[in-house]
């Protein structure tokens, strides 16, 4: 009775090891090959998003944006004493190091605007609704992802003075002035 008991409790022990066995067999089979699949897709959007992601690629492949990349070229982002040039998307979407939000965003935005490419004439196009539409869209945070420094500004106090009022610490209850009421053309020089 004893050798049956003993028996009983090394075969469910060896059941019990083989079950746990099976599922990690399981779990590598599909776990390695979704491992690899996506290493695999972060390598293609990774190669798609380099050549999509650079101004001229904006400017120079979509006849929608042709005008917009000729102010873009004369504005400010593109030519400055720096010598830094501000791209479209550090504007347009959200921070590359927040990696997800920026990859679906850039999705979301370029398969509009790759419908609208493929569906619209060439005259069909509306500059002026669509820059209405951007700049409500513009937010401070987006100009103060590079220009955060500007009550610290050592040229001209009175305009870090402004600055500190109105947009880093307006009155209470009330909304901090919008970058582009005063720097309306500072991406884009319109003639």
Avoid: Q
Avoid at 25 to 31: D, E, G
């Amino acid at each position: 009775m004893e050798e049956k008991k003993e028996e009983t409790k090394v075969e469910k022990k060896k059941g019990f090891l083989c079950s746990i066995g099976w599922l990690i067999k399981k779990c590598i089979v599909i776990f390695v090959p979704g491992f690899v699949a996506a290493i695999i897709l972060f390598v293609i959007i990774n190669a798609v998003l380099v050549p999509t992601s650079t101004v001229e690629f904006c400017g120079e492949k979509c006849h929608e944006m042709k005008d917009v990349y000729a102010s873009w070229k004369k504005g400010p982002h593109a030519v400055n004493r720096t010598g830094i040039e501000v791209a479209c998307i550090e504007c347009h979407l959200p921070p590359r190091e927040d990696f997800f939000a920026h990859v679906t965003e850039k999705a979301i935005a370029g398969t509009k605007d790759f419908i609208k490419h493929k569906t619209n004439k060439e005259g069909d196009y509306n500059a002026e609704a669509l820059r209405e539409k951007v700049r409500k869209h513009m937010t401070n945070d987006v100009c103060l992802r590079c220009h955060n420094k500007l009550e610290d500004n050592p040229f001209d106090k009175d305009i870090a003075a402004y600055h500190n009022e109105e947009v880093f610490k307006p009155e209470e209850g009330t909304k901090p002035a919008p970058c582009i009421e005063c720097h309306a053309e500072a991406a884009h020089k319109r003639d």
